[in-house]
Structure formats: structure tokens, C-alpha cells
């Protein structure tokens, strides 16, 4: 009988600000599935960026999962304390020639855009890839490079345990590995610290669905094991909005002056349709109720206002 590997989820917040309603939303999916099946849930600390992060947000995060009822194994991994790790397999993708140095400007690189992705982000039209090394050097006496991997055309099919088969583009889209300030980007990061830990399961934001093509081939250039996805839902705000930090919008600071922890999780298990109606809880006791067959998969607003409408799904979006 084929052996199943023990499940090992993860919590990977971004400390840039107090956490959303959406981001405790897919921190209470991503350990349910974990602890559902006894698995094992891991935190990390997503702090690469030091513009916008702070050691104080990250106590927050923690105190934030911990109020919530929500726990984890383990040391926390802080981003900022690995880059020697993003270092090496940075190292490793240039041995294999896969890493060239862009040098255009934030404003030249819209410039030289090419069509946009369907979420109207530019692609990166590549034509730094062509530069000579005499014109490379030339260029770095005035500008500090970011670096770019040479990403293929080609369309990654994976299953994932909510969406089922999803099929994307990895786009020709030679994204950053490396910003010119020096800093390691998430997508090499993420695929690091995913191996490194451990992690077998990952469960986030539908919004990130267009980064798992570039995450599944980097684990291929890197010879690391793929995990498996879920790619939940996004959380709206009533007039449509995705929720986001810089808006304050639902934030946790604001919910914990009018809400307990059972009032929010008991508010989320109904719109994720692990109770028919809404009614305090505590995430330990949705664990016998909880299946991927029930979560919903489009993106919804959320009324906290009235516990007994719950979620709507939203009107046109994807
Ligand atoms: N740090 C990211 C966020 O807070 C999540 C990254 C991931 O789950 O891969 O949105």
C-alpha cells in the first residue's frame, strides 16, 4: 500500500502591518488542513523586505495566531536571518545560466512592458538578457543591477487540493531574484524555506495562484520536492476591494475591539461553510468539520455585520 506522507502546513504571514480579516482567513484554512489530519503546522516569517517590515510587527503576528487559537511546532523562521540559504541556491541557478543582471530603471522597465498578465501587471519584455558583457560593464559603473531569471515559455499544470487542475501560464516573465538593493525575492525565498522546512502543504490566497507556475519550476531548476497547493478565496470588502493592509481595512486591531476570538472564527467557519449557521467557536472544534469539498472556491465579501447572512459570493469576479 502506497505510503502517505505525513502532512507538514505552514503559516508564512508578511510583517508589514497588523494582519487583514483575509489573512486570518487563510490562516485558519491552512491549519485546519494541516491539523485535520493530524499534521504538522510551521510558522515563517516572511520579513525579507526591511522597508516594510518590523520586528514588532512580528510579535504581533504571533500574539495575533496565538489569540486566534491558532498554534504551530516549532521555532519560528525569521526570512531576514536565511540569506545565506537564498545565496547558495541564487549561486546555484547562476551556475546553470540561468541568472542574467537588469539593469533598467523601475520607469524604463514599464516603459519597455510588453502585453500585461491578466491581473494587468507588465510583463518584463527581457532585454537586458541581450546585453554584451562589455555593455554590462558599462553599465554597472553607474547603476547597481537587480537580477532576473531566464523563465521558459511554457504553461505549468498542477492540481490543487481546492481549484482542481489549474493550467497557467509561467509567462515570458523573467522575474527578480534579486532586488538591486541586495534583498532576495519572495519567489526564490519562498521556494528556499518551503524545502527547507519541511513543508508539504501549502495553503494561501487565490491571489498568489499566478506565482505557483514560477515556484513548481524553480523547485525543478533546484531539484526540490514539490508541495501540494490550495489556493483559497479571496475575502472582499463589501464594495468589491480586494482587503489590504495599507487601507487599514478589517484589520485585527479594529475586529478584537468588537469581536472575541469564537465571534471571528465562528463568522469565517460559516463562510467557509463548515457551519450551516454562525456561532461562536474555537478552531479545535471545527476540526472534525472541516473538508475541502466545503470551502468554497470563489472570491466573497464577507458581512461581519450580520452573522446569519455570512458570506455572499461576490458578483463577477473570478
Ligand atoms: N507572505 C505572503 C503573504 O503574507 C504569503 C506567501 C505564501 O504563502 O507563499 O501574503
Known amino acids: 500500500m502506497e505510503k502517505k506522507i505525513p502532512v507538514r502546513g505552514r503559516f508564512a504571514p508578511s510583517p508589514s502591518g497588523r494582519m487583514h480579516l483575509g489573512n486570518l482567513w ?3 484554512l491552512a491549519w485546519l488542513a494541516a491539523r485535520s489530519c493530524s499534521g504538522e503546522m510551521v510558522l515563517r516569517l516572511e520579513d525579507l523586505d526591511p522597508d516594510r517590515c518590523r520586528p514588532a510587527f512580528c510579535d504581533q503576528v504571533m500574539r495575533d495566531l496565538e489569540w486566534l487559537g491558532l498554534d504551530w511546532d516549532g521555532e519560528p523562521v525569521y526570512q531576514s536571518r536565511r540569506t545565506e540559504a537564498y545565496a547558495q541556491a541564487f549561486r546555484a541557478l547562476e ?24 491581473d494587468g501587471t507588465a510583463l ?11 555593455e554590462r ?13 531566464h523563465a521558459p515559455e511554457e504553461t505549468v499544470l498542477f492540481s490543487d487540493l481546492l481549484q482542481g487542475v489549474v493550467s497557467e501560464q509561467l509567462a515570458q516573465d523573467d522575474f527578480i531574484l534579486r532586488r538591486s538593493d541586495g534583498v532576495y525575492a519572495y519567489q526564490l525565498a519562498v521556494v528556499v524555506d518551503d524545502a527547507a522546512m519541511g513543508v508539504t502543504q501549502v495553503v494561501r490566497g487565490s ?28 475575502l472582499l470588502a463589501p464594495d468589491g476591494r480586494r482587503l489590504a493592509k495599507r487601507d487599514r481595512d478589517l484589520e485585527l486591531g479594529q475586529l478584537q475591539e468588537v469581536y472575541t476570538a469564537p465571534e471571528l472564527v465562528g463568522r469565517l467557519a460559516h463562510a467557509a461553510g463548515l457551519l450551516p449557521e454562525y456561532r461562536p467557536v474555537s478552531p479545535r472544534e471545527l476540526l472534525p468539520l472541516f473538508s475541502w469539498d466545503r470551502v468554497p472556491k470563489r472570491d466573497m465579501v464577507l458581512s461581519l455585520d450580520t452573522p446569519s447572512s455570512g458570506a455572499e459570493a461576490a458578483q463577477g469576479t473570478p
Do not use: N
Not at 124 to 134: E, I, K, N, Q, V
Not at 141 to 147: K, S
Open 124 to 134: 518584463y519584455d527581457g532585454r537586458c538578457r541581450s546585453l554584451t558583457p562589455a
Open 95 to 118: 551556475a546553470q545560466g540561468l541568472v542574467y543582471p537588469c539593469f533598467c530603471t523601475r520607469a524604463e522597465r514599464l516603459t519597455a512592458s510588453a502585453p500585461h498578465r491578466s
Open 207 to 234: 491571489d498568489l495562484l499566478s506565482s505557483t507556475p514560477r515556484q513548481l519550476w524553480l523547485q525543478q531548476q533546484l531539484r526540490l520536492p514539490h508541495p501540494e497547493y490550495a489556493h483559497v478565496p479571496l
Open 26 to 28: 487563510s490562516c485558519l
Open 137 to 149: 560593464e558599462v553599465l554597472a559603473r553607474t547603476r547597481r543591477p537587480a537580477w532576473r531569471i
